[in-house]
Nanobody, 122 residues
Framework: VQLQASGGGLVQAGGSLRLSCAAS????????MGWFRQAPGKEREFVAA????????YYEESVEGRFTISRDYDKNTVYLQMNSLKPEDTAVYYC????????????????WGQGTQVTVSS
């Protein structure tokens, strides 16, 4: 499966962005999907994940209540709605697909998109 992330940009603190991750090849419903982010000089960290059925979602504590992960099976796309953005949310955001498990660990994911930059100004 190939993943294409988009939707990043520059936004002021308190603003919103919606990231999209379009999957091609094998249908994304075969995979659990996750969003990760990496800020300069930091390790890649978990943001949110959604199960293959869409029934289960998980969030990193700092984004809980502000970010929402969802998936559209018809469009083979996963979204990350980000509200009340903060400067500390600035990072490159990556989507990823896992064949076996729903996980917060990057090594559990088999396929990765190219990343999209999110910059939140104060």
């Amino acid at each position: 499966v190939q993943l294409q992330a988009s939707g990043g940009g520059l936004v002021q603190a308190g603003g919103s962005l919606r990231l999209s991750c379009a999957a091609s090849g094998r249908t994304s419903s075969s995979y659990s999907m996750g969003w990760f982010r990496q800020a300069p000089g930091k390790e890649r960290e978990f943001v949110a994940a959604i199960s293959r059925s869409g029934d289960s979602t998980y969030y990193e504590e700092s984004v809980e209540g502000r970010f929402t992960i969802s998936r559209d099976y018809d469009k083979n796309t996963v979204y990350l709605q980000m509200n009340s953005l903060k400067p500390e949310d600035t990072a490159v955001y990556y989507c990823a697909a896992a064949r076996l498990v729903l996980s917060i660990v990057p090594s559990a994911y088999d396929y990765w998109g190219q990343g999209t930059q999110v910059t939140v100004s104060s």
